[in-house]
Structures are given as C-alpha cells and as structure tokens.
C-alpha cells in the first residue's frame, strides 16, 4: 500500500507563487517517476509536470517557464513551485507515483485557486 498526501494549496493573486508538496510512505518499490496532474472543473484530468527517476522533466506546455517539479528521491518526496500564476491554473492539483513494480498511484488532491 502506497499513501500520498499533498500539501500547499491554497488562494493566491495572480502573479503570485504557491509550492506544493507530496509525499510517499508506504511499500515504495523502484520509483519510474514522480509528479503533478491536475483537473479542472469540466476539464479532463492533465499532466502538469513529472521527473522521473533518472532526473529527466516534462511539462505541459502551458507551465514551461513558470512551474519547476522537483524531488527529494531519498525523501519519497516531490515538489511543485508554482511562479507567475494565473487564473487558468486553478484547478485541483493531484499528485502522482509510478512503480515499475506496482503501478499508479494518486494522491487524494490538493485545490489550487487563482484569482485575478
């Protein structure tokens, strides 16, 4: 069993910067990779940004050059810094942990709102 717990929502202006946490614990086999979905309301869930165990990023399109995903591999723990926000980031934020051994995981959400 995997548990993810997010943290580090909230309201922010936009222009401004919110950093968002997770962290895994649980039977954590051979990490592939590690990182940040979210979903809007009426919108399909979509990938933010993700690292995988060798370092590499990939971000949506609508983030490169303002989101950064980070992780503390010895830690299980992966990090969003979310700078130059604006209302079309807001969204529920999830978490999420690939196994090569066991899987996806999700985290149960973190709402992330932008007001203008």
């Known amino acids: 069993q995997v548990q993810l717990v997010e943290s580090g929502g909230g309201l922010v202006q936009a222009g401004g910067s919110l950093r968002l946490s997770c962290a895994a614990s649980?039977?954590?086999?051979?990490?592939?990779?590690m990182g940040w979905y979210r979903q809007a309301p009426g919108q399909q869930r979509e990938l933010v940004a993700i690292v995988t165990s060798d370092g590499t990023t990939n971000y949506a399109d609508s983030v490169k050059g303002r989101f950064a995903v980070s992780r503390d591999s010895a830690k299980n723990t992966v990090y969003l810094q979310m700078n130059s926000m604006k209302p079309a980031d807001t969204a529920v934020y999830y978490c999420n942990l690939q196994s090569r051994w066991s899987g996806t995981y999700w985290g149960q959400g973190t709402q992330v709102t932008v007001s203008s």
């Open positions: 649980g039977r954590i086999f051979s990490v592939a990779a």
